[in-house]
C-alpha cells in the first residue's frame, strides 16, 4: 500500500521559511506526477505545487508562485516543498500527494488527479 509521510512543518514567524518532506514508500521513478496542497480551516483543498517526476516540468499556484520551490530526489524517494516569505495566509495543514499509479485526466494542482495521499502536517505563520 502506498504511504506517503510528511514532515517539517511547524511555527514560524511571517517572512520566514521551512522546508517540508514527503517520504514516498515506492521508488517515486514509478510516479508520473507528485504534489503539494493544503488546507487552512474552512477551506477546500488548496493545489500548491507538482512536479512531472520524470520530466522535471513543475506548476504553482499563483499564490505561492516565486516564494515556494517544489523538488525531487529520487535517490531518497523524497519530494520537497521550499516555502521562503511565508505568510500568514500560508497556514495550513500541508498534504503530499501521488498519483497513485493511475492517469487521472485533471490538471495538476487539481485534487482529483491524485490518488494517494499523506496525513498533513501543519503550518502556522504567525505575523
Known amino acids: 500500500q502506498v504511504q506517503l509521510v510528511e514532515s517539517g512543518g511547524g511555527s514560524v514567524q511571517a517572512g520566514g521559511s521551512l522546508r517540508l518532506s514527503c517520504a514516498d514508500s515506492?521508488?517515486?521513478?514509478?510516479?508520473?506526477?507528485m504534489g503539494w496542497f493544503r488546507q487552512a480551516p474552512g477551506k477546500g483543498r488548496e493545489g500548491v505545487a507538482a512536479?512531472?517526476?520524470?520530466?522535471?516540468?513543475?506548476y504553482y499556484a499563483d499564490s505561492v508562485k516565486g516564494r515556494f520551490t517544489i523538488s525531487q530526489d529520487n535517490a531518497k524517494n523524497t519530494v520537497y516543498l521550499q516555502m521562503n516569505s511565508l505568510k500568514s495566509e500560508d497556514t495550513a495543514m500541508y498534504y503530499c500527494a501521488a498519483d497513485g499509479g493511475v492517469w487521472r485526466p485533471w490538471p495538476a494542482l487539481d485534487f482529483r488527479r491524485y490518488g494517494a495521499w499523506g496525513q498533513g502536517t501543519q503550518v502556522t505563520v504567525s505575523s
Open positions: 512536479i512531472v517526476i520524470r520530466g522535471g516540468q513543475t
Open positions: 515506492e521508488y517515486i521513478n514509478s510516479r508520473k506526477i
